[in-house]
């Protein structure tokens, strides 16, 4: 008895344990996508500045001031962070202009001005934030209450600045006909079909309606 009593009162707080191989790849793989939790890229950069608490307190403040630390050496991280930080927001408060900033930063991680800070193809984060842009940009332009994605031409407010969207109408025509009513398809589930058919790449799937010319 005294020998166990002696061995738990020398427990550490950091320990390690094997965990089976599922189990260790499902911890590795969590993001705000698959399990509605930040990431563990974001969360360490969150512990790198103290801010752990803060965000679980106040996110947009502590959204506010890792925007505002932009340029500085560990920019990449922060664009990813700011990316996963603001889709995990706009989800929490229905706030559609939250999304269109992850899709924004997303963009910025994926393509910054010089190229030589791009994430490489074995970089973990880039499949994320293809995923983070495309569900985002869906999200963020879809009629509050509603399914349908509003693609007109307009200028939409943001918590940083604004976005002007612009439309190339003739983007609309295919095939004799203009589409209409467009619907993100990143949400749907299809069932009666054994294959769906998915072609990788970035933007927004979209269905549409065909109207005649």
Do not use: W
């Amino acid at each position: 008895m005294l020998i166990a009593f002696f061995a738990g009162g020398c427990a550490t707080p950091v320990g390690v344990k094997h965990v089976d191989q599922e189990t260790a790849y499902r911890t590795l793989d969590a993001n705000i996508l698959s399990n509605g939790e930040p990431s563990a890229y974001s969360r360490q950069l969150l512990e790198r500045h103290a801010l752990i608490e803060r965000y679980q307190n106040d996110p947009a403040e502590v959204i506010s001031e890792l925007y505002s630390g932009l340029g500085k050496p560990d920019e990449r991280d922060r664009l990813f962070a700011l990316s996963e930080l603001s889709f995990a927001f706009a989800e929490s408060k229905q706030d559609q202009s939250y999304f269109l900033l992850s899709a924004i930063f997303a963009y910025a991680f994926l393509f910054p001005e010089n190229s030589k800070d791009a994430p490489d193809a074995y970089d973990p984060r880039l499949r994320l934030a293809v995923d983070l842009y495309n569900q985002g940009l869906a999200n963020g332009l879809t009629v509050k209450d509603g399914d349908e994605v509003d693609l007109t031409q307009r200028q939409i407010p943001l918590s940083f600045g604004s976005l002007d969207l612009h439309v190339d109408q003739e983007g609309f025509r295919y095939g004799g006909y203009h589409l209409t009513k467009f619907v993100s398809l990143s949400d749907l589930k299809v069932r009666g079909l054994r294959n769906r058919y998915r072609e990788a790449g970035i933007g927004a799937p979209l269905s549409a309606r065909v109207e005649p010319i």
